[in-house]
C-alpha cells in the first residue's frame, strides 16, 4: 500500500487539494502499478507563522516582501 505524504504552506482552495490528490493517485498507480484503492495521500498544511527558512517565517517573509 503506498503513501504518499505531502506537506504545504495552509491556504490552497479544497478544489486544488483535491486535485493534488487525484494527481498524486494517478502518478503512483501509473509508475508503481499499485491499484488506485490501495494508494494512500495524506496533506498536512502548516500555517506560514510555523514554517522557516534561515531564521525566518514564510509569515515574516511575506510581510517583508509586501
Same mark, same amino acid.
Do not use: C, F, N, Y
Given at each position: 500500500?503506498?503513501?504518499?505524504? @505531502? !506537506?504545504?504552506?495552509? %491556504?490552497?482552495?479544497? #478544489?486544488?487539494? /483535491?486535485?493534488? =490528490? +487525484?494527481?498524486?493517485?494517478?502518478? @503512483? !498507480?501509473?509508475?508503481? %502499478?499499485?491499484?488506485? #484503492?490501495?494508494? /494512500?495521500?495524506? =496533506? +498536512?498544511?502548516?500555517?506560514?507563522?510555523?514554517?522557516?527558512?534561515?531564521?525566518?517565517?514564510?509569515?515574516?517573509?511575506?510581510?517583508?516582501?509586501?
Amino acid at each position: 500500500m503506498p503513501l504518499v505524504q @505531502v !506537506t504545504l504552506r495552509e %491556504g490552497r482552495s479544497p #478544489e486544488q487539494l /483535491r486535485a493534488l =490528490i +487525484s494527481a498524486l493517485t494517478t502518478a @503512483v !498507480t501509473s509508475t508503481v %502499478g499499485a491499484p488506485k #484503492e490501495a494508494v /494512500r495521500v495524506i =496533506i +498536512s498544511e502548516v500555517p506560514p507563522t510555523h514554517w522557516a527558512a534561515g531564521d525566518v517565517t514564510l509569515a515574516e517573509r511575506t510581510q517583508a516582501d509586501g
